[in-house]
């Protein structure tokens, strides 16, 4: 069976877009493949956050997965920092990953503009420059520099071929790529197979946000998490960005209604679907009573993610079993890894 590896950084609570555009498949892969599902928290170390934060947001997240149907029975789920293996690797694959090529991917550009306060329209000469300025001399740190490399040995510690992750992450993807081949070439080993990005189904699904145009996202300041009770939903969608109505039948949907439907398609029946569609294409769209369908439909998906979410963040006991089980698995797969590493290198195995 094949290796999926993919990690989810602890960034907050669900929200439609993560559950439709990643929970969703990795539900249907944990049925047939070989999954490991971690939350990246050492990742999160980049943007400094307090220790209460990492405590907290490794265990909302965990309890939404298993909310969600991540299944520790089908699938192995733990967090980052509970596999020390994986440091270990990093360590050796930065040994032969170069200053000057982590220096020049976007993502790091792009983090360290924003730590050095760099306007976007700041030339990539300009973040090099004031990277090497004595009065920013520890504003961007190696952590963030190496960013890449952690997340190659969150991969291929599990000798992984197929990582689901989204089109921002194709360039760290290309390094890991980069790195597990060069470990090959450097120790003339055929070690580590080569990871491929992937997602299941034809097209990825992107979730809309109801505030006009663009997606759905934290921080677009528009999700609906899966958390959400009754009100809170309703007060959400009843706000979505709607215009006068069509005039024409049938004439084109405008962006933020588009959006209406794609979310509508998503949740709810096709009669339903359906019934609004046809209004519209009549002329005859109230966008009032399809909003309040809407509200209704979204929460009967959420209600009972929610109460499920509830359940078992209250069950200590429980999230610490996952925890624990899911790491020694983790651990087990990784230290079988780490040991032939070792032995290639030159180390002694453990
Ligand atoms: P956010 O944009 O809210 O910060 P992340 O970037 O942490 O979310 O994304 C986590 C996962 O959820 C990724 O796989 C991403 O592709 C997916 N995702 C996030 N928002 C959406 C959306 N609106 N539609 C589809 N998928 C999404
Ligand atoms: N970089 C990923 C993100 O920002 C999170 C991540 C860390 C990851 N390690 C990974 C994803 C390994 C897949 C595989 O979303």
Redesign the pocket.
Request: charged share 15%; net charge neutral.
């Given at each position: 069976m094949e290796t999926v590896?993919?990690?989810?950084?602890p960034t907050g609570n669900l929200h439609l877009g993560n559950y439709f555009g990643a929970v969703k498949s990795f539900l249907q892969m944990q049925e047939e493949y070989n999954c490991f599902f971690f939350i990246?928290d050492w990742?999160s170390l980049t943007t400094h956050p307090h220790p209460d934060n990492i405590r907290n947001s490794a265990k909302t997240i965990l309890s939404e997965y298993l909310a969600c149907g991540l299944d520790p029975e089908k699938a192995t789920i733990y967090v980052q920092s509970d596999v020390p293996e994986v440091v270990e690797l990093y360590l050796y694959l930065n040994m032969n990953a170069g200053i000057g090529e982590l220096m020049r991917t976007a993502s790091f550009k792009d983090k360290a503009r924003q730590q050095l306060h760099i306007s976007r329209e700041g030339s990539e000469g300009d973040v090099e420059r004031e990277i090497f300025n004595e009065g920013n001399k520890h504003s961007v740190s190696a952590g963030l520099l190496t960013y890449p490399t952690l997340?190659a040995a969150?991969?291929i510690i599990h000798k992984a071929l197929k990582?689901p992750?989204g089109k921002d992450?194709e360039q760290?993807m290309e390094m890991a790529r980069r790195f597990a081949r060069r470990f090959n070439t450097t120790y003339g080993v055929e070690f580590f197979p080569i990871p491929a990005s992937f997602h299941l189904g034809e097209r990825s699904v992107k979730v809309p946000g109801l505030d006009g145009s663009g997606k759905m996202g934290k921080s677009e300041g528009n999700a609906i998490y899966l958390i959400d009770d009754e009100k809170t939903i309703k007060k959400k969608v009843m706000k979505a960005v709607t215009d006068q109505g069509p005039t024409e039948p049938n004439s084109e949907k405008p962006a933020p209604i588009q959006n209406l439907f794609t979310m509508m398609e998503i949740v709810s029946t096709k009669d339903t679907y359906d019934y609004f569609n046809e209004k519209y294409n009549n002329c005859e769209i109230r966008y009032g009573d399809m909003k309040k369908q809407l509200a209704v439909d979204i929460n009967a998906f959420c209600a009972p993610i929610r109460e499920r979410i509830l359940d078992i963040a209250a069950n200590t006991e429980y999230m610490e079993k996952v925890a624990r089980e899911g790491a020694a698995k983790a651990r087990e797969s990784a230290a079988k890894t780490l040991n032939e590493v070792r032995q290639i290198i030159g180390f002694r195995p453990y």
């Open positions: 590896v993919s990690g989810i950084r990246a990742h997340m969150d991969i990582v992750v992450q760290n």
